[in-house]
């Protein structure tokens, strides 16, 4: 099987960023590293097909827990396409994704 191709949202990306800029107020040494951690854990997730838990408010939307944080998003044999990346005490609904559901069911 060859590698899935990693899409990340501009939301992930931004949810990411968030998250470094916090911790790097405090130590930018750390920011970076936990940046790097969660990146190849999304690499991970990607390259072995790891399937998450299934939320169902969307159709086909996973969710993978990681170092406090969630990580969402939609997988096949071809692509993983990262959404969110948010906080664990984040309140989580549809309003969150309605954009990619919409966006899903389009297509």
């Not at 990693?6 to 470094?20: H, I, N, T, V």
Request: net charge negative.
């Amino acid at each position: 099987m060859r590698p899935r191709q990693l899409k990340m949202s501009f939301e992930a990306l931004d949810d990411l960023l968030g998250m470094y800029d916090h911790i790097a107020a405090f130590d930018a040494l750390a920011a970076r590293r936990f940046l790097d951690d969660i990146n190849g854990k999304i690499e991970w997730i990607a390259k072995l097909g790891i399937a998450g838990s299934p939320r169902e408010f969307i159709p086909g939307l996973r969710a993978f827990p990681y170092r406090n944080r969630c990580i969402y998003f939609f997988i096949d044999d071809e692509t993983l396409s990262v959404l969110r990346v948010v906080h664990g005490w984040h309140k989580i609904e549809l309003s969150h994704f309605l954009r990619f559901y919409q966006t899903e069911q389009e297509d």
